[in-house]
C-alpha cells in the first residue's frame, strides 16, 4: 500500500471513527442542520441558500468544536465566535471560487469565439446552430472547445480541495483561515479527492433513487438532509480533521 493510499485509508478510519461520538456529543446542531438544509429548498430565492449555509456552518462549528475539544455548547448547538468566523472563511473561500470561476469563463468563451470564428470567419453569434456549424466544421481545433471548459471545471475542483481544510482551521486556530490554510493542502489534493469521492459516492446513489422514487418531494427531501447531516458529515468533519492534524503537525 502506498503512504498516498494509506493516507487515504487513515482519513477513512478516522472518520468513521468520530461518527458514533460526534452523533452523540452534537446531535442538537446536527437536527437544525438538517431541518435548515431540508426547508431550504422551499425558501425564497433569495433565502434559501442562506439557510443551507446556516445549516452547514452550524454542522461544522459543532463538529470542528468537538474534535478540537472547544466548548461544546448543547449538543453541539450554539451560535458564537466561531461559527462567525466559519461563515466568514465560507464566504471568502466561496467569493475567490466565485472570482476565478468568472476568469476561466472569460478565457473559456474567448477561447470558442477564436476556434469559431477561425472556422467561420461571418459566424452570426446570435445564433445557436451558426455556433454549432463553426464547431464541427473546426477540424482539430475543435476539441479545445470540448476540451477547455472541462479544464476549467479541473481549476475549480482543484481550488476548492485546496481550500477543504479552511474550516477545521478556522476553528483549531481560532481565526478566519482561508489562504493562509491553503499550504495545509499542498501536496495532499489526490488524499483529499480520494475522500471525497468516497463520502460523496453513496451520497450520489441515494440521492437518484430518492429522486426516482420521490422527485422534490418532501420525504425524499428528510431523508436526503438526514444522511447528509447525521452519517456523512460527522465522518467527512473526522476525515477532514485526521488530514488537517497530520498537514499541521509537518507545517509546524
Excluded: N
Aim: aromatic fraction near 6%.
Amino acid at each position: 500500500m502506498t503512504d498516498g493510499s494509506a493516507s487515504v485509508g487513515g482519513a477513512l478510519r478516522a472518520g468513521l471513527a468520530e461518527w458514533r461520538p460526534a452523533l452523540d456529543a452534537c446531535w442538537a446542531a446536527l437536527a437544525v442542520a438538517a431541518v435548515l438544509a431540508m426547508v431550504a429548498g422551499w425558501l425564497p430565492a433569495g433565502v434559501g441558500p442562506l439557510a443551507a449555509l446556516a445549516a452547514g456552518v452550524i454542522a461544522q462549528g459543532a463538529l470542528f468544536r468537538r474534535v478540537f475539544a472547544r466548548s461544546p455548547g448543547f449538543k453541539g448547538l450554539r451560535w458564537g465566535s466561531d461559527e462567525w468566523r466559519l461563515l466568514g472563511a465560507h464566504l471568502l473561500a466561496l467569493g475567490l471560487v466565485v472570482l476565478i470561476g468568472s476568469i476561466l469563463l472569460v478565457v473559456i468563451g474567448a477561447v470558442v469565439l477564436g476556434v469559431a470564428r477561425a472556422s467561420a470567419p461571418g459566424l452570426d453569434i446570435g445564433s445557436a446552430q451558426a455556433w454549432k456549424d463553426a464547431v464541427a466544421h473546426a477540424g482539430p481545433a475543435g476539441f479545445v472547445v470540448g476540451l477547455a471548459p472541462l479544464a476549467g471545471l479541473a481549476i475549480l475542483v482543484w481550488l476548492s480541495l485546496r481550500l477543504s481544510l479552511t474550516a477545521p482551521a478556522t476553528v483549531a486556530q481560532g481565526g478566519v483561515r482561508v489562504l493562509s490554510a491553503f499550504p495545509l493542502t499542498k501536496g495532499r489534493v489526490p488524499v483529499l479527492l480520494a475522500v471525497s469521492l468516497v463520502l460523496a459516492a453513496p451520497a450520489v446513489l441515494v440521492g437518484l433513487v430518492l429522486g426516482a422514487a420521490s422527485p422534490r418531494g418532501p420525504g425524499a427531501a428528510a431523508v436526503a438532509a438526514a444522511i447528509a447531516y447525521f452519517v456523512l458529515a460527522p465522518v467527512w468533519a473526522g476525515a477532514i480533521a485526521h488530514i488537517y492534524r497530520q498537514a499541521a503537525v509537518l507545517q509546524d
